[in-house]
């Protein structure tokens, strides 16, 4: 039988070795920053800064709830208090009904996710199935047809408005009238409905 000669096999490299130099520890740096990520997801991304108090949108003219400063204390507590769970509160006085229009933004969604459901990206606002503000009949208070999520978060801010004596009027999940203030426009609103 015939031998054949044989070459020996080439010699292969370890593959760092052949990479160069830079392109090995740039892959080397992007998976540590990358394991620092899905370690603590707030590493990749500077927090927004948050407020002691709530934002109150302006308004163009005064209006029966912003005459009110027992409301403007009570909502600096509701501030606070979400402050604390990772949120912020931004309300306004609508001039038109005279009651106060809330959203409830994110700040830190790892702490907001103990208290609220849904996509809890920071500097968005609490899903609540409808913008803040928007006179659509899916904002009306006892609206249904939304996701388990959504209908849960308009059940705690109602909760939480009402331990600071604010009730949610019927138009919509955002409109609230402090207790023993009501709205300019009482006839347009059913206030028994309270």
Do not use: Y
């Amino acid at each position: 039988m015939p031998v054949l000669p044989t070459t020996p096999a080439p010699r292969r490299l370890h593959p760092s070795v052949a990479l160069p130099f830079a392109t090995r520890w740039s892959s080397v740096a992007v998976a540590l920053w990358l394991a620092a990520c899905v370690h603590s997801p707030q590493a990749a991304v500077s927090a927004p800064v948050l407020q002691g108090e709530p934002t109150l949108w302006e308004h163009a003219a005064p209006a029966p709830c912003d005459k009110a400063p027992a409301a403007r204390s009570a909502l600096e507590r509701i501030g606070r208090e979400l402050q604390s769970h990772g949120m912020a509160l931004q309300a306004t006085c609508n001039t038109t009904s005279g009651g106060w229009v809330v959203q409830v933004q994110v700040v830190d969604g790892t702490k907001a996710h103990k208290v609220v459901r849904g996509p809890l990206a920071d500097g968005q606002a609490v899903d609540m199935g409808t913008p803040a503000g928007a006179a659509r009949s899916e904002a009306a208070a006892g609206a249904s047809g939304f996701s388990p999520d959504v209908l849960h978060n308009r059940r705690w801010l109602r909760a939480l408005m009402a331990r600071h004596q604010f009730d949610n009027l019927p138009d919509a999940w955002w409109h609230f009238a402090q207790r023993g203030v009501p709205p300019a426009q009482a006839a347009d609103t059913d206030l028994a409905a309270r």
